[in-house]
């Protein structure tokens, strides 16, 4: 609760005002992207979903594992597991020898995938890890099995390219040589295809974004009016990054009780809460330079939508 009221403090006091995309997701907000990840606009998931669907077996095969030999599978950003539970039901049906450790932010979204997994694939040893990335990692590194690291739906591009190079190279450093990395990420793509997917005709992605104030009214006691908000989404191909803010549809003064300030907004000022990086071969070899990470091999979906890059830590 400290850190979310400073990073909120922050965030809003600075310009332009920002909020940080992780504290999208309470119970509410798990709903909504779940929702979100179903709509006929937003490709990402079925884009990935149909690479673990289809090429099951290919991606295996880049794994470099074996069936006699032990390995851990590690998720991080588990969500629903729909994507993965394509991978665990083939490896469970060729008996590869394996733990999955999905870790989240959310425990909630732990405990639904568990209690989906137990009845869906019971024979896939499961453990979750709630918390942040690199703390679990580092609790696992001890354990010096072959590790293979599963980071899908693109989340790598909810960073701008500088945090992404350090989030690949502390990833890397908590690994030991060999180790896989994939990574899933969205390929650039014209507006037309790419701006939907952040700004549905439903509406879902606008309360998703809207729901952070919700959150900051309902735990750290604002006076966010939501009706006097609204989700604006942009995109620009050539620079390759979907942008989503929150902007005031009119001048106004929101107090938080817990930070004990009152904040200024202008009539059409935004507070940015997401970018959405979309890639191509030479941004991925930018982001994966100084990380210890060799690119082994790229499997796209039919569409050529999407692509998972297999890395192996050398």
Do not use: W
């Not at 809003?12 to 179903?38: C, H, Q, R, T, V």
């Not at 079925?46 to 470099?64: M, P, S």
């Not at 896989?180 to 974004?209: C, M, R």
């Not at 989404?233 to 001048?251: C, L």
């Amino acid at each position: 609760m400290e850190t979310f009221k400073n990073d909120v403090d922050s965030g809003l006091s600075s310009n332009p005002k920002s909020l940080s995309s992780k504290y999208f997701y309470d119970k509410k907000g798990d709903a909504l992207f779940a929702e979100i990840m179903n709509l006929p606009e937003y490709y990402l998931t079925r884009c990935e979903l149909d690479i673990f669907q289809n090429k099951t077996g290919e991606l295996i095969e880049a794994f470099g594992v074996n069936s006699e030999t032990y390995f851990e599978l590690i998720e991080l950003g588990a969500g629903d597991g729909t994507k993965t539970k394509e991978l665990l039901r083939a490896l469970a049906a060729q008996n590869y020898s394996f733990d999955y450790f999905p870790i989240d932010i959310s425990s909630n979204v732990l405990e639904v995938l568990e209690k989906d997994l137990m009845k869906e694939l019971p024979t896939v040893s499961v453990q979750t890890k709630q918390g942040d990335y690199f703390d679990v990692l580092a609790s696992l590194k001890t354990s010096n099995k072959p590790k293979v690291i599963l980071f899908l739906g693109s989340n790598i591009g909810n960073m701008n390219d500088d945090l992404a190079a350090d989030f690949l190279h502390n990833l890397g450093a908590n690994l030991s040589s060999g180790d896989k990395l994939l990574l899933g990420v969205d390929i650039i793509k014209p507006q037309e295809i790419v701006l939907p997917a952040y700004d549905d005709s439903k509406g879902v992605t606008a309360k998703f974004n809207l729901n952070l104030l919700e959150r900051i009214n309902n735990e750290l006691g604002a006076n966010f009016d939501l009706d006097n908000f609204q989700h604006q989404a942009e995109y620009n191909q050539d620079e390759g990054i979907a942008k989503s803010f929150i902007v005031s549809t009119e001048e106004q003064i929101v107090s938080i009780e817990a930070t004990g300030k009152s904040y200024h907004f202008g009539k059409g000022e935004k507070i940015h809460t997401e970018i959405s990086r979309k890639y191509n071969d030479e941004l991925i070899e930018k982001i994966t330079a100084n990380s210890q990470f060799m690119q082994h091999q790229k499997i796209v979906d039919s569409k050529s939508y999407f692509a998972d890059y297999i890395l192996i830590r050398d």
